[in-house]
């Protein structure tokens, strides 16, 4: 069973417990205006064109390896690169976001960092909605667990309740978002019904899963009044029952790859 | 001969100035000879006839003493005199000062069948009695007093008190750089002080909080002097203060005293003296707490040293047991048998990148295949390594009946160290250039062999012209993953091979004193010599700095200690291997309980020493701009640390340049 992934990132240090390594996998159910891991959204392997990595002048490709730098500037054109265009520009300018691991060649990866996960550390699965390809990481995680590995993950929670509780027996430690919790604002800016949210979260807690809860601040969006009360009372509802709440600043880390994709 | 070693052995009349001056060398050549020509005004030479030790009596009773009546320890240097002598001074290394601390200065005396030590002896009665008079001459307070009870009984008997053992370090310290040793190491002062430091405290004689007055003084004291004391560099000074360590028995060192002298350096916030902490998976993670703190605060201190790796490779090169696990350093990160050694460990930089173009030079023809041409350049490293060992055996050390007195085989047999009286006397050598050698090599076996994209001698063709006119190779040959620094089991195999055939070419030969020549990869020349280079086949063009080190700008910590843990470092090479890296204050300081778990486990993970800088670009960036508004910033340069202000633009371009990769890797 193969885990589209598009990145691995080593030497994490607030993706849970301890030092963690965070596989980021491909694919949400969700398109939060202020996503900062834009490339995840999709479920499908996309090309990207990086400009500030392309050498070309004036449009005109320079390399000589390639045709598109003049071209490039739609998500549909993206597409049309093949294997080979992106092979070949060596400024890596063209890229493409996803690969396809299977579960040995995933769990190597993964291990490489294995002797920094004691006390408490291990795996964090983000994205993306990571929760989306659960099915296909069970065996990556039992082999983890083979190897004594903490297993996190960072999920929205909107996902069936039927994942949720398949996931009990597999992860130790769930990071949620916290994002809106008013049921009209809900639907108007995630396109999600709020009570899937509330579910979720009450399954993880009466199976006495460890919880943080996490509030992504962003303007316009989840800094409003009625919010943030929603939110102190949701969190209080739940205090002793939950790890820890921090509230995340807005930040544009996304916007140079939400550009790549055209 | 090398012109440098000619000028060193020949000219010795007016060598002297080297030592006080190359610091001023980066400044470019116009600002030198303005920084230098004081020196040479002010600076009375001292010299007659007879022997070193004569002129040591002579300088004696020559220097001026300067009484400060605001500290208990007492410390005089007087900059504007120093002897001349035949031959290279020895330096880069640490007096055993546990002899005079633990015994005192008479016995030494008495066992030592060298006939100059009683010279020695007569121009440090000379001197102790001149402080001691100007002491008693000037106006009394709790100070003088304390200087006065500090230096009692200095010569003739042990140490009795806390106190009296710093005082002891610093009188035989400040004796060394009055006669123009350089770089200077303190030992482990935790180790040898530690038992007046515990007798003093059950007896009521001291508080913790006085016992950290006292060793910051002790650091203010040292630090003074700073410009005078420096070598290659501002900063460049060598007073390495050695911390911890893995006892015989398994056991692992450290008190009380070990976290003072954290703390003071901490504290103090100053370049130097700085700090080595000898680590081990049997310390106390508490210890690596306290050592977290203080990287904190930027001064570059500590640098750590891994006993669990460095000792049993210590003891495969031939150190007795007992003495490796006494080990200090020399200046930086050389592992240094104090007392014992003569071991000059910092006497020539090989270039792996330019053995490397030497060997691409002689291609007439394209090699049949990789392994051909892989294993054509091993055996060639192996040449050239063994050809080292004639260029170090140039240098003459000049006599030194100090050092001599201070070191156990010279004091049993009479012999000066100078002339191969130690224990052990052996050579080091540092290298620079492996990253790019490495990189380059696995680029080769890609793109010329696996993928025959380009013929080698096309590919050395653009590599000899700087790529002037194939920009496009050089950008693929920057894009290619890099291999050093990273997990990657053929850089590691790769690097692992060129240091065996380095190790081969040099194994068999004896310097002149029959000792080993020791190597290591780390090195102060990485700019230095960089900025003299041909372009590299990984992205560098010709003239630009090496890597520092073992480090890679785009791999995260735990690749990069992983990479360094999985080299074998073969029997020789063992002259200082370190990590280099940069974390950003907000790293270190948000997560430091995850910054302690991580040197945890990298120390148990296996590497041989690490230091890094922690500071952000934009700090860097900005002191650039604004040098006034940072006049104390300190930054890790090779293996001291320096005021940022204080470097050349070359060394702060590449430190900016190095925090802004690591941030990119690492945040």
């Known amino acids: 069973m193969s885990v589209l992934i598009t990145n691995i990132q080593r030497f994490c240090l607030h993706d849970g417990p301890g030092i963690r390594t965070t596989v980021f996998l491909k694919g949400c159910n969700l398109n939060c205006p202020w996503c900062c891991n834009p490339e995840n959204i999709s479920s499908y392997i996309q090309n990207y064109y990086d400009k500030e990595k392309c050498i070309a002048e004036n449009g005109v490709c ?20 093949s294997e080979d265009d992106i092979k070949r520009c060596f400024p890596k300018a063209l890229g493409s976001y996803g690969k396809f691991y299977e579960t040995q060649e995933l769990v190597t ?75 009209c604002e809900c639907k108007k800016i ?46 209080n509802k739940y205090k002793g029952r939950i790890i820890d709440y921090t509230e995340l600043d807005e930040h544009h880390l996304g916007d140079r790859k939400r550009k790549s994709l055209g | 001969m090398g012109i440098k070693n000619n000028i060193k052995n020949k000219y010795w009349h007016i060598n002297w100035i080297i030592p006080l001056s190359s610091k001023y060398l980066v400044y470019g050549k116009r600002e030198y000879i303005k920084r230098t020509m004081p020196i040479i005004k002010k600076t009375k030479i001292i010299h007659g006839k007879g022997t070193v030790a004569d002129d040591y009596i002579r300088l004696a009773k020559a220097v001026d003493i300067i009484i400060n009546n605001k500290r208990n320890l007492f410390y005089n240097l007087d900059v504007n005199k120093t002897i001349i002598t035949k031959g290279v001074i020895i330096g880069n290394f640490t007096l055993d000062y546990s002899k005079i601390i633990q015994k005192d200065f008479y016995s030494l005396v008495e066992e030592s069948k060298d006939n100059e030590a009683f010279k020695i002896k007569e121009a440090i009665e000379c001197l102790y009695d001149r402080i001691i008079e100007k002491l008693n001459s000037v106006e009394n307070n709790s100070c003088i007093n304390n200087q006065l009870s500090n230096l009692q009984g200095m010569l003739n008997r042990k140490a009795e008190h806390f106190a009296e053992g710093l005082q002891r370090v610093l009188f035989f310290n400040s004796l060394l750089w009055q006669t123009r040793h350089r770089l200077n190491g303190l030992g482990r002062l935790d180790y040898i002080l530690n038992e007046l430091y515990v ?67 901490k504290k103090v916030n100053f370049p130097d003296p700085k700090i080595l902490l000898r680590v081990s998976s049997k310390m106390s993670e508490n210890l690596l707490r306290e050592a977290t703190e203080t990287l904190k605060i930027g001064c570059g ?72 041409f892989y294993e054509g350049y091993l055996r060639l490293l192996e040449k050239q390594a063994s050809r080292i060992k004639s260029r170090l055996d140039d240098v003459i050390w000049a006599k030194d009946p100090l050092v001599s007195l201070f070191t156990e085989d010279c004091r049993k047999t009479g012999k000066d160290i100078s002339e191969g009286g130690s224990k052990y006397n052996n050579y080091g050598i540092t290298t620079v250039g492996m990253a790019s050698l490495c990189n380059s090599l696995v680029n080769i076996k890609k793109i010329v062999f696996d993928e025959k994209i380009i013929s080698l001698l096309e590919l050395e063709n653009d590599r000899k012209n700087n790529f002037k006119d194939n920009d496009k190779l050089f950008i693929k040959l920057k894009n290619m993953p890099k291999a050093f620094g990273h997990d990657d089991e053929e850089a590691v195999s790769i690097v692992t091979e060129i240091l065996k055939a380095f190790n081969k070419g040099i194994e068999s030969k004896k310097n002149r004193l029959g000792g080993d020549i020791k190597f290591g990869l780390s090195a102060p020349d990485y700019l230095k010599i960089g900025v003299k280079s041909e372009a590299d086949l990984c992205g560098r063009h010709s003239n630009e700095p090496y890597s520092t080190h073992i480090s890679a700008n785009d791999a995260v910590y735990t690749e990069l200690v992983n990479f360094a843990s999985d080299i074998s470092y073969p029997r020789n090479g063992i002259n200082g291997n370190v990590i280099d890296f940069f974390v950003t204050p907000d790293l270190i300081n948000n997560n430091s309980e995850k910054f302690v778990l991580f040197l945890k486990h990298a120390i148990n993970k296996g590497f041989y020493q690490m230091q890094m800088n922690v500071v952000s670009s934009k700090t860097l960036i900005d002191a650039k701009n604004n040098p006034d508004k940072y006049p104390g910033l300190i930054v890790r340069v090779w293996g001291f640390s320096a005021y940022f202000n204080d470097l050349s633009d070359d060394y702060k371009n590449l430190l900016i340049n190095r925090a802004i990769e690591n941030e990119r890797v690492n945040n």
């Not at chain 1, 320079?62 to 690169?81: P, Q, T």
């Not at chain 1, 990556?140 to 398949?166: G, M, P, Q, R, Y």
């Not at chain 2, 028995?249 to 450290?254: A, K, L, M, W």
């Not at chain 2, 014992?340 to 007439?364: G, H, P």
């Open chain 1, 62 to 81: 320079i390399c000589g390896e390639c045709s598109f730098a003049d071209r490039i500037n739609s998500a549909e054109k993206l597409a049309m690169l």
């Open chain 1, 109 to 183: 990866e993964l291990l490489k960092d294995k002797d920094y996960f004691r006390n408490g550390g291990g795996v964090t699965f983000s994205g993306g909605e990571p929760l989306l390809q659960f099915d296909n990481l069970i065996p990556v995680i039992d082999e983890l667990h083979n190897n004594n590995i903490n297993i996190c993950v960072e999920t929205a929670l909107f996902v069936d309740d039927s994942i949720i509780k398949k996931s009990l027996e597999y992860i130790d430690y769930y990071i949620v978002d916290l994002k809106v919790l008013d049921r």
């Open chain 2, 301 to 372: 201190s500590p640098l750590f040293s891994n006993d669990d790796v460095i000792i049993p490779l210590l003891i495969n090169k031939g150190f007795d047991e007992e003495d490796a696990y006494e080990y200090v350093v020399s200046a930086c990160w050389e592992p240094f048998i104090c007392g014992k050694s003569l071991d000059q460990n910092n006497m020539f930089t090989f270039d792996f990148w330019s053995s490397f173009c030497e060997y691409m030079s002689a291609f007439d023809k394209e090699p049949d295949d990789w392994k051909t």
């Open chain 1, 190 to 235: 995630l396109d999600v019904d709020i009570d899937k949210y509330i579910s979720n979260i009450e399954l993880l807690i009466n199976n006495n899963k460890r919880i943080s809860l996490r509030h992504p601040v962003i303007s316009g969006y989840t800094d409003s009044d009625s919010n943030k009360i929603s939110i102190k009372e949701f969190v």
């Open chain 2, 199 to 265: 007798e003093d405290k059950k007896a009521g004689f001291i508080t913790r909080e006085k016992a950290l007055e006292f060793i910051i003084e002790f650091l203010m004291i040292l630090h003074d002097d700073y410009e005078y004391k420096s070598a290659a560099m501002l900063g460049d000074i060598g007073q390495i203060i050695v911390l911890g360590g893995l006892n015989p028995d398994g056991s692992y060192f450290e008190s009380e005293l070990t976290s003072l002298f954290i703390e003071a350096v």
